[in-house]
């Protein structure tokens, strides 16, 4: 079984503006017996995309460390911060069971039940304001905490309506 972790091993990726995909992956074992396999992967992947996929270049190798780091920062980026309303919110909730279902205060959270990739899904929140209800949503890792939905993204997502 191949180790996606080993610092040896290299993924051979193409990007474009709608995904990051592996092409292919090398395991260091088989870098060590085949110094030339990089080379030949590279090269069949951007054969590929020049054919198929010509905004899928350029062509690149990484670690899989880089490539988490480097999916993450994409996701998380194109799933910003945005106001929602309460008929989205209330969608959301209904139409697959909700995940992470979290109330602190006048803040309640939870996660759509549909990945959007790996650990990144849709997060919802609700927030309670001055006797009245407010909302938002991003993209959020529902494993990482830290890029959950605050009380602060909220009324920064909402500061329009706030003030009017």
Avoid at 20 to 34: H, I, N, W
Avoid at 53 to 59: F, G, H, K, S
Avoid at 62 to 88: H, V
Avoid at 145 to 159: G, K, L
Wanted: some cysteine.
């Amino acid at each position: 079984m191949m180790n996606l972790t080993d610092n040896n091993a290299r993924l051979v990726v193409a990007n474009n503006a709608r995904y990051f995909c592996a092409y292919t992956v090398l395991d260091g074992d088989t870098l060590e017996r085949d110094p030339f396999a990089l080379k030949r992967a590279v090269e069949a992947a951007d054969r590929y995309y020049r054919t198929h996929e010509p905004d899928a270049l350029p062509v690149v190798t990484m670690t899989w460390d880089q490539f988490e780091a480097f999916e993450r920062e994409r996701i998380l980026a194109k799933g910003e911060l945005q106001r929602a309303t309460e008929e989205q919110v209330e969608q959301a909730f209904n139409v697959l069971p909700p995940l992470r279902i979290r109330s602190n205060g006048p803040l309640t959270t939870f996660f759509l039940g549909e990945a959007f990739h790996g650990p990144y899904y849709t997060q919802y929140a609700t927030l309670e304001v001055d006797g009245r209800r407010i909302y938002a949503s991003k993209m959020a890792s529902i494993r990482d905490e830290s890029t959950w939905i605050t009380v602060a993204d909220v009324i920064r997502a909402n500061t329009e309506e706030l003030s009017a």
